[in-house]
DNA sequence: TTGTGTTTTACGACCTCC
DNA sequence: GGAGGTCGTAAAACACAA
């Protein structure tokens, strides 16, 4: 780039210490007509050439700052925006890659009329910022992520109340079977074990007694009521939830041979855990 | 016009790597 | 030990509402 291009935004230091402009770099030197100090581009000098040429003290006085002279003579170059054409030129080499070798960072520094230190900065500072806006959207992105598992987890938790309060209604519902004397001759007419499945009329009754149960509350996981088309063949489901198990445990005879009282302990256990 | 918040430029301190 | 990195920060430049 044509040093002479570099701008020299003037309207730039509009609020400057005690609203003054202080656009000229001291060290007894002043810019020419060209924009030019000692034949560096103004636009170009950073802290390091104030440096070189010549330094304003940290801090000063406020006589000192109302001095026109200062400014002319002592006050270093304010900071200077880059002009859009040079920030383009770093933006499109930062999007190659985004560290600076020191040939890479000298030919930018050539192209663009700036000093190396400059271009250095200026990579130190757009992957500064590159940083942040990464950990923007990660952070953007956990958290949505975060925020679904979340929810996710709530419904588990409702599902989970949900089961517990039909395994105790069930739970008091058969122990309430096993007392009651018409259940028991109901259950003894029919208590014979089958010689296919092992499984005595008593099991059946209460098995079938606990699908009918599950099947009624129409939630067997939750998720909403069961769906009559998919009754038939003696597995009713509902988006994955299956009364296979119920048919598993009753065709095996899980309840066989066994005190339904330990049966039951058992399925609460299994329920609760 | 002014107060205030944000962005950009630049630096020093410190760390890591060769 | 030097070069180049990150991190935290100062201060100028800038945007914008009141």
């Known amino acids: 780039m044509d040093p002479s291009a570099v701008s020299f935004d003037s309207g730039g230091a509009r609020r400057g210490a005690g609203g003054r402009q202080m656009l000229l770099f001291g060290g007894g030197g002043s810019a020419n007509s060209n924009g030019f100090l000692r034949g560096v581009p ?66 930018l520094a050539r192209r663009l009329g700036m000093a190396p230190r400059q271009v250095a900065v200026w990579f130190q500072n757009r992957r500064a910022r590159w940083k942040t806006k990464r950990l923007e959207t990660d952070y953007d992105r956990l958290k949505a992520a975060y925020d679904a598992l979340a929810a996710d987890h709530q ?76 009754e038939d063949g003696g597995v009713v489901s509902n988006e994955g939830c299956s009364f296979d198990l119920l048919d598993a445990m009753f065709a095996a005879g899980v309840t066989h041979h066994g005190a339904e009282e330990a049966q039951l302990a058992n399925w609460t256990s299994w329920f609760w855990n």
């Open 155 to 230: 419904g588990l938790l409702a599902d989970n109340d949900s089961l517990r309060a039909q395994v105790i209604s069930l739970t008091e519902k058969l122990q309430g079977k096993e007392t009651s004397p018409s259940a028991t001759t109901a259950a003894q007419e029919v208590d014979q074990p089958d010689e296919h499945t092992a499984v005595s009329g008593t099991e059946k009754l209460l098995a079938q007694q606990l699908k009918d149960d599950l099947h009624s509350s129409g939630d067997c996981t939750g998720h909403g009521a069961l769906s009559s088309e998919e």
């Open 42 to 107: 103004m636009a170009v000098l950073c802290m390091d050439d104030a440096t070189r040429v010549g330094k304003r003290p940290f801090f000063t006085t406020h006589e000192e700052l109302l001095e026109e002279e200062y400014y002319d003579e002592q006050a270093p170059e304010k900071k200077r925006r880059l002009t859009a054409e040079q920030v383009q030129l770093l933006e499109r080499s930062f999007e190659e890659e985004n560290k600076l070798e020191p040939e890479r960072k000298t030919e």
